[in-house]
């Protein structure tokens, strides 16, 4: 299965963009990155995907690398409540791939007031 | 519904008891994911299904762990003579397709503790 490395931890300011790295150097070019997050207490929340294009929502921005080994989540204003572990997964696109959502250790993203 | 329901919340079952937790999936999604994450940040997982059909079951301790996902119910995951280091949150998820880019649901969790 591909896997993907992140930080431990990261910290940021209050309303200062905050850039998430994730490498996943092994990916294959059916494999979708994906970036969920978990706020203390709850669930995993799904973010955002892409596959080769730079994408955006109205949560954050993902920037994919040209050699899509690396990626970068964007939290454009960092608020206290983006407080969360941010995990970066890789699903396959082909039925029979390594679709079951795979979580590593994420990074836990402090926001300081 | 439009979201993954889990329950009970909270289970505290004491050691060599059987502990069943439930997940009613988003109405229309064919896959469920079981996870357990007993550290922090640490997730292990456990089954999957498709529809009725287990998809998946690599991570299941197949001792005492069980779960099934029976047509117009919820889906449950059993534990049999539950054990100390059973005591974790249990996620379920679920996701319309299998593939890469739909993404899947996660429920609140239902944290399990034995004692």
């Known amino acids: 299965d591909a896997k993907t490395t992140q930080p431990n931890s990261m910290e940021s300011n209050e309303e200062e963009p905050v850039h998430l790295p994730c490498n996943h150097s092994?990916?294959?070019?059916?494999?979708?990155i994906h970036w969920y997050r978990q706020l203390p207490s709850q669930g995993p929340e799904y973010v955002i995907h892409?596959?080769?294009s730079n994408v955006n929502n109205r949560m954050a921005s993902l920037a994919i690398a040209e050699d899509r080994k690396s990626s970068t989540l964007i939290l454009h204003r960092a608020t206290l409540r983006d407080a969360a572990v941010y995990y970066c997964?890789?699903?396959?696109?082909?039925?029979?791939?390594?679709?079951?959502?795979?979580f590593g250790r994420g990074t836990s993203l402090i926001v300081h007031p | 519904g439009e979201e993954v329901a889990q329950t009970p919340k909270h289970l505290v079952r004491g050691e060599g008891q059987k502990a069943k937790l439930y997940c009613a999936p988003i109405k229309g999604h064919s896959y469920v994911f079981w996870y357990q994450q007993v550290l922090k940040n640490e997730f292990k997982f456990l089954i999957s299904f498709q529809n009725e059909n287990v998809f998946d079951e690599t991570g299941m301790p197949k001792e005492r762990f069980s779960a099934k996902c029976l047509p117009n119910s919820p889906c449950s995951l059993e534990i049999q003579a539950t054990k100390l280091e059973d005591s974790a949150v249990y996620f379920c998820a679920s996701s319309g397709l299998r593939r890469g880019n739909t993404e899947a649901f996660f429920g609140q969790g239902t944290r399990l503790t034995v004692v």
């Open positions: 892409g596959l080769t």
């Open positions: 997964i890789l699903r396959d696109e082909v039925t029979g791939g390594s679709y079951i959502p795979t």
């Open positions: 092994t990916i294959s070019g059916t494999d979708y």
